[in-house]
């Protein structure tokens, strides 16, 4: 990330560095109780760069292969979202959609319902597997713990000592 940010600094290329948006803590605002449950949820995508179009992010690609700078994950302000959608899920324990607890500017919501229109907060993992395994519903399921129940049923969860706080503007 550092020579991507680097680079965009240096504003060697102007297309290259007007379209890295920056990370996407600096553009997602997500409300205290579910920070945990976001940033679980993300991972390390906590850790991506935001670009305005899919080819600049082809561009950062070959820029982190050519100089051995590692890895990261880019996602275009404009992403494809999921058409498929099996509603919302009710039942004990749902808080609500993640997408509702998650603030942005209006040029970045297309890229939140990409990312979180999918994944329902529900208050305890007990819940959220019994909404799992009786409902039809094509969703991940979180916990405010951070615990998560993919919509596959792969179940991640524990805990992180001093887990960091995603970082909004």
Not at 36 to 46: H, M, V, Y
Not at 50 to 64: C, F, K, T, V
Not at 114 to 122: Q, T
């Amino acid at each position: 990330i550092k020579t991507i940010l680097k680079v965009r600094e240096e504003n060697t290329n102007e297309r290259f560095s007007s379209g890295i948006l920056g990370l996407i803590t600096e553009y997602i605002e997500v409300e205290p109780p579910y920070e945990r449950a976001i940033e679980s949820f993300l991972g390390e995508k906590l850790q991506s760069l935001i670009i305005s179009e899919p080819e600049i992010g082809i561009q950062a690609l070959n820029l982190l292969k050519t100089t051995s700078s590692g890895r990261t994950t880019f996602i275009p302000v404009k992403p494809k979202s999921n058409p498929i959608s099996t509603g919302m899920p009710d039942g004990n324990g749902v808080i609500g959609p993640a997408v509702n607890f998650i603030k942005c500017q209006s040029e970045f919501q297309e890229l939140s319902n990409a990312l979180f229109s999918d994944v329902v907060i529900v208050d305890n993992i007990t819940n959220a597997l019994n909404l799992w395994s009786n409902n039809g519903f094509n969703k991940t399921l979180i916990t405010p713990d951070g615990d998560i129940i993919e919509h596959s049923g792969i179940i991640t969860g524990g805990k992180k000592e001093n887990p960091p706080k995603p970082e909004g503007r």
